[in-house]
């Protein structure tokens, strides 16, 4: 802590010297671990630790970077503006350096103090959802979220016990995701709080979790399975984080793949109820959530969304459709001069060898040149049949 010549107090975070070095070593034994891994485990190729540790990598690295800290730190603060629900500290950025963060200092109630926050009369209940509230609004509304949310970053301002406002600090992990992954993951909760097992499956494959010949039936039996007995329980005992975790344990049996993207919502939806649960221990998770998921699969098809995509998405088709010509005028001029080529894919080509892999020598060639080639047709084909 220090205090600015003009009387206002701050924060001062400095980056211990030798840091960068340490988690660089660190970082080297996670690649050779995840290597190994690739190379002997079966498991592998599902769960992906390669791409897990290169999205834990470029988590850890952003969060040695203190400027970025600080920057998402004003992001959160803008987003929350208007809001009482959330109270991000200001920043000082003509103190803020790569190595060097200040920023205002917050006085409020560690949220992991709960004797002090009983003896000032807090409504835990509010608290407790408006935990709920905040995540998911951050999640959905804004693609922007704190994403190491545990108690010790989180306090509490309770000048109005009825109304407690919390103050987050630390916010060198921050999470975003796709529109496409958003969409699909307020679906997939939505459709699991209405029991529509059967649309949780397609998603599933929609999204492609799973491979895209998994039989939708025996993914919807799988998935209530899993989900019945979770909802034979009262609502407040059901959780979010769970519910999400089992459903991704269960791609197992369908050969899904492990989602690095989604690896640091998982981590902070099981902080945020763990931590409301601890709260209030009747906290019903959906109840609060589910509102703010239906509002913003509600937002995304209004009119007035529709046309801010367009407009903002215009001038890039206008820039290709006027592009169309030139473009065509080259591939005319390649295939007349014979340069033209087809780019095949071949991940399907691979994937065909290692199943026939086991068959009979004589079969696995003569099976092996048959899908090589209806490959490489389709491939022509899609190029002769493709938009221009």
């Known amino acids: 802590m220090a205090t600015r010549r003009d009387g206002r107090e ?47 990598r470029q988590t850890v690295l952003d969060e040695l970077d ?39 200092r917050i006085h409020g109630v560690p949220i992991g103090d709960l004797a002090t926050l009983r003896a000032r009369g807090t409504d835990f209940k509010r608290l407790a959802e408006n935990g709920v509230e905040i995540f998911f609004t951050q999640v959905f509304r804004h693609n922007f979220f704190h994403a190491d949310m545990h108690p010790g970053n989180i306090f509490v301002i309770v000048d109005d016990p009825a109304a407690p406002r919390y103050a987050a600090v630390d916010f060198g992990i921050v999470g975003t995701l796709s529109l496409r992954d958003q969409r699909y993951l307020a679906e997939i909760f939505l459709a699991v709080f209405d029991r529509d097992y059967r649309r949780v499956a397609e998603l599933h494959i929609e999204c492609g979790w799973v491979p895209p010949a998994t039989r939708v039936d025996e993914m919807e039996s799988a998935v209530r399975t899993i989900c019945e007995p979770i909802f034979d329980r009262p609502l407040c005992e059901i959780s979010f984080g769970t519910v999400l975790l089992r459903l991704f344990a269960a791609l197992q049996r369908f050969d899904g793949q492990i989602q690095p993207q989604l690896i640091l919502l998982q981590k902070t939806l099981l902080n945020i109820e763990g931590l409301g649960r601890q709260l209030y221990p009747e906290l019903d998770i959906w109840q609060t959530a589910t509102p703010v998921l239906r509002a913003w699969m509600r937002d995304r098809v209004r009119p007035g969304t529709l046309w801010k995509e367009f407009r903002r998405q215009f001038p890039d088709a206008l820039e290709f459709v006027k592009s169309l010509p030139t473009m065509a005028k080259r591939l005319a001029d390649r295939y007349d001069e014979g340069s033209l080529r087809v780019a095949v894919d071949t991940t399907a080509i691979e994937e065909l060898r290692r199943d026939l892999a086991a068959s009979n020598r004589r079969q696995h060639q003569l099976l092996a040149v048959v899908a090589i080639s209806a490959v490489v047709l389709a491939g022509m084909i899609a190029w002769a049949l493709r938009p221009i």
Request: hydrophobic share 50%; aromatic share 6%; charged share 30%.
């Open 10 to 56: 701050v924060v001062v975070k400095v980056l211990r010297p030798g840091m960068r070095e340490q988690i660089g070593r660190d970082l080297e034994v996670l690649d050779a671990l995840a290597a190994m891994a690739e190379r002997w485990w079966p498991e592998a190729r599902r769960l992906r630790p390669i791409e897990v540790v290169r999205e834990y």
């Open 66 to 104: 203190l400027m970025r800290e600080a920057a998402n730190a004003s992001q959160l603060k803008r987003n929350f503006a208007t809001s009482q629900l959330l109270y991000v500290p200001e920043v000082h950025w003509d103190l803020c350096r790569g190595d060097v963060m200040v920023m205002e």
